[in-house]
């Protein structure tokens, strides 16, 4: 197995599979990455068994065969090397050589044969195709909100809920829900599927956002993003997610519109004053006026901040764990939020102005928290 490859190429796809390397495991094969070569390209594959993933890499070489390669090593050598042609061949039955301008390094190699095998998608899967930025930026949109979770395994990833008129991700930990909506993304069945977190967060951060479309297939326990030359193989989570629609307050009436950074920064610095174990934060709300207070009486701290803004409604007090508040604001991008409130023990809703609403369809719900 002889072949010649950019070493700035291969560095790059080794980075992006290298996702999927397990911390730790008790089978040392999948420690490495698979290396498949077969006519002008190598196929780079590693694994986890619960997620997968391959590249592709154009090479020079009519040579074909295939070898597991030390994946940690691969990595640190690619990362010391400055861009530059590199020739991978085999020496002997259990090592190859990786050879440049001015150097090369001997690593051992294992059969191929020892890495197991993927198993992708059914043939009964559907099939849905996003816009790479849509996917990113609902990924994005939502996985902080997903939960860690043993008891309730469907709460620690994002629900995909697919419909023939748009597609919406939610994520959940049951004090805070958000669900991102997707006009350009539908099928012509309903279907859904819960991606765990862990795949979520890598699927977000190799896909690129101006890279074109994602096509997904999933069936009941596995699904396949396929992107550019990029396969991602991942098990679902099994199990059903909650009815999330029914917790949407439909009916707040008292409004509260605000510019979002100044809400935000606002906040921030209040909650310095907030008591490190619990967060909180409360609100008091009177036509035109915000005030935000925040006190630890265990150290004697305490910061208040008013704020004009648009409020119509009856005069409220109500309780936020500031750290949540601050996460829902920080991963919205809209100028203007609103916040819609029942009353002092019900969720609040968070969502863009109306006139934002179409480029930024977000929708946060906040459970209050009693304050004295």
């Known amino acids: 197995m002889e072949f010649n490859v950019s ?7 080794l980075t992006d599979v290298s996702k999927a390397i397990p911390a730790k495991t008790t089978l040392t094969i999948l420690e490495n990455f698979l290396f498949v070569l077969k006519d002008g390209k190598l196929e780079i594959t ?3 068994q619960e997620l997968t993933l391959r590249t592709v890499v ?8 295939s070898m597991a390669v030390p994946a940690r090593q691969m990595i640190d050598l690619f990362k010391a090397l400055p861009d530059q042609p590199v020739n991978i061949r085999t020496t002997s039955e259990s090592s190859f050589e990786c050879v440049w301008s001015n150097g090369n390094s001997a690593l051992p190699f294992f059969p191929a044969e020892d890495f197991p095998e993927i198993k992708g998608a059914s043939d009964e899967a559907i099939s849905v195709t996003f816009p790479a930025g849509s996917l990113v930026d609902g990924i994005g949109s939502t ?10 395994p469907a709460m620690n990833g994002i629900f995909f809920d697919i419909a023939p008129e748009s597609t919406t991700l939610v994520a959940s930990d049951s004090h805070k829900l958000i669900c991102y909506t997707s006009g350009d993304v539908k099928a012509e069945q309903v279907a859904s599927f819960i991606l765990h977190k862990k795949p979520a967060g890598v699927l977000k951060s190799i896909v690129d956002k101006d890279g074109g479309e994602v096509t997904v297939k999933f069936d009941t326990t596995t699904a396949e993003f396929v ?8 098990r679902l989570v099994a199990g059903k997610y909650p009815r999330y629609r029914d917790v949407i307050p439909q009916n707040n009436a008292n409004v509260l519109r605000i510019d979002r950074s100044q809400l935000l920064n606002t906040v921030r610095r209040v909650a310095v004053c907030a008591n490190k174990a619990s967060n909180h934060i409360k609100f008091d709300l009177k ?6 207070t925040a006190q630890d ?6 910061a208040y901040e008013k704020l004009e803004c648009d ?9 936020f764990k500031s750290s949540f508040l601050i996460e829902i604001l920080g991963n919205m991008s809209c100028e203007t939020v609103v916040m819609k409130f029942a009353d002092a023990r019900r969720a609040a809703l968070i969502v863009p102005s109306e006139e934002e609403a179409e480029k930024e369809k977000i929708c946060g719900i906040l459970m209050p928290i009693m304050v004295s």
């Open 46 to 48: 590693a694994s986890d």
């Open 58 to 65: 154009a090479v020079e070489g009519g040579d074909t065969g």
């Open 227 to 234: 992107f550019g030359d990029t396969l991602m193989v991942c």
């Open 311 to 319: 409020y119509s409604g009856a005069e409220l007090t109500i309780g």
């Open 143 to 152: 996985i902080y909100a997903t939960a860690d979770d043993e008891m309730r």
């Open 287 to 292: 036509p035109g006026q915000l005030e935000i």
């Open 7 to 13: 070493s700035a190429e291969l560095l790059k796809a």
């Open 297 to 302: 009486l265990g150290f004697a701290t305490e």
